[in-house]
């Protein structure tokens, strides 16, 4: 039950996310942000360089090819917002198969037919979703 | 608040760098200590839901904008040390992928947004939940000011690399008065959407809450199940 709340929250929180970046940035400000601003009154705005990846398939939260500013923008930062997801999940899953005291072995993934350490302790019984990395 | 290439000069960059690794370094190790298992893939989502508000400019003064920089959020959300890599993360994202923050500028931002932003401003949630009330209330009201304060935080990190290595020839302290300034209207926004946030969280689901961990409701009679009864 609260395993299944928990994929629940995490479903809708997603969701909720991916709207975020998908629509609303598309109605977000342009307007030159606080340090850009600074810098522009200032006089230093002309020391910043091009970014080396200036060119790349994202880059300025754009899709290359896409021509409609808002969609471009918008499926962008869906991209991105999958690809921070997916990095945030596997970074996170493997910090916490790391932790000390898990015991068995050093290495990231622990297997074989012991209690599955990494993958956290057993759900309350009945509840049943199974470790989703078990083999 | 993400800082281009060229601003800061490459030692003071580099030391920032060190930083930035040693910061997120003592997190990570932290973080495989004290993360629950229920709050390892709510850090995954808290990582891209800041990354999504961060495209999110908001208008703030006569075209100037600001975006959450999610520091706090991050913090109270899942703790400061998964919250200090959920921020880096999102950063590296954004350096590597959308050539927003510059390459060489990685370290001193992760240094601003990511070490000083986190802990800065989770020292501030800290001292006001110490001296306001144990409730929710308090828990999202202190969320929201201390979001605020990390927001000047971060830009006054900004200004000592300027003072330290800045490449341009502005006098520190106007760029001081001029970064505050505009950091503290941004703070107010950053403020805002963190207590929203913090709020709906504590609404739907208060035990994911990790600033709020002493004032669940006295439902956990129930011992964890043991380990062993996996069988």
Redesign the interface.
């Known amino acids: 039950m609260r395993a299944r709340?928990?994929r629940l929250?995490?479903a809708g929180?997603?969701l909720?996310?991916?709207g975020?970046?998908l629509v609303?940035?598309g109605f977000?400000?342009?307007?030159?942000?606080?340090?850009e601003?600074?810098?522009e009154?200032?006089?230093?705005l002309e020391?910043?360089?091009?970014?080396?990846?200036?060119d790349?398939p994202?880059?300025?939260?754009v899709v290359e090819g896409v021509g409609n500013e808002r969609l471009s923008?918008g499926l962008?930062?869906l991209i991105?917002?999958?690809?921070?997801?997916?990095?945030?999940?596997a970074?996170?899953?493997l910090?916490?198969s790391?932790?000390?005291g898990g015991g068995t072995g050093r290495g990231p993934g622990p297997r074989g037919s012991g209690?599955a350490?990494g993958s956290?302790?057993?759900?309350?019984?009945g509840s049943g979703p199974k470790p989703t990395r078990a083999p | 608040?993400?800082?281009?290439?060229?601003?800061i000069n490459a030692p003071t960059s580099l030391a920032a760098g060190a930083v930035a690794a040693g910061g997120v370094g003592v997190s990570?190790r932290r973080?495989?200590?004290t993360?629950q298992?229920?709050q390892?893939?709510?850090?995954?989502?808290?990582?891209?839901?800041i990354?999504?508000?961060q495209?999110?400019?908001?208008?703030?003064a006569a075209?100037?904008?600001?975006?959450l920089l999610g520091g706090v959020l991050a913090a109270v959300l899942v703790g400061p040390w998964?919250g200090c890599?959920?921020v880096a993360?999102?950063l590296v994202?954004?350096s590597?992928?959308?050539?927003?923050g510059?390459?060489t500028a990685l370290g001193l931002n992760i240094t601003n947004m990511a070490v000083v932003g986190v802990f800065g401003g989770w020292a501030v949630f800290r001292l006001l939940r110490r001296v306001l009330p144990a409730t929710r209330t308090s828990v999202v009201a202190a969320s929201g000011i201390a979001a605020g304060v990390s927001v000047v935080l971060a830009?006054s990190a900004?200004v000592v690399e300027y003072a330290l290595g800045?490449?341009?020839?502005?006098p520190v302290s106007?760029?001081l008065a001029?970064?505050v300034g505009?950091?503290t209207?941004?703070g107010i926004g950053e403020g805002v959407i963190t207590a929203l946030t913090v709020g709906v969280v504590l609404g739907?689901?208060p035990d994911?809450v990790f600033g709020a961990a002493d004032i669940q409701a006295p439902l956990s009679v129930r011992p964890?199940?043991?380990?062993?009864?996996?069988r």
């Open positions: 709340n928990l929250f995490l929180g997603l909720v996310t991916a975020l970046a609303v940035s977000a400000s342009s307007s030159p942000d606080g340090l601003r600074v810098a009154d200032r006089g230093f020391t910043a360089r091009d970014h080396l990846f200036a790349g994202l880059a300025d939260y923008t962008s930062g991105g917002v999958l690809i921070t997801f997916g990095l945030g999940l970074l996170f899953a910090v916490r790391r932790r000390p209690p350490r956290g302790p057993a759900q309350a019984p | 608040m993400h800082i281009p290439d060229g601003f990570l973080a495989a200590q993360l298992e229920r390892a893939p709510l850090a995954g989502l808290v990582a891209a839901y990354f999504a508000v495209m999110l400019n908001f208008p703030v075209g100037t904008s600001g975006h998964a890599v959920c993360v999102v994202v954004q590597l992928l959308f050539a927003d510059g390459l830009a900004f800045g490449t341009g020839g502005a106007t760029v001029a970064m505009v950091h209207l941004i739907v689901r994911l964890e199940p043991a380990p062993e009864e996996v």
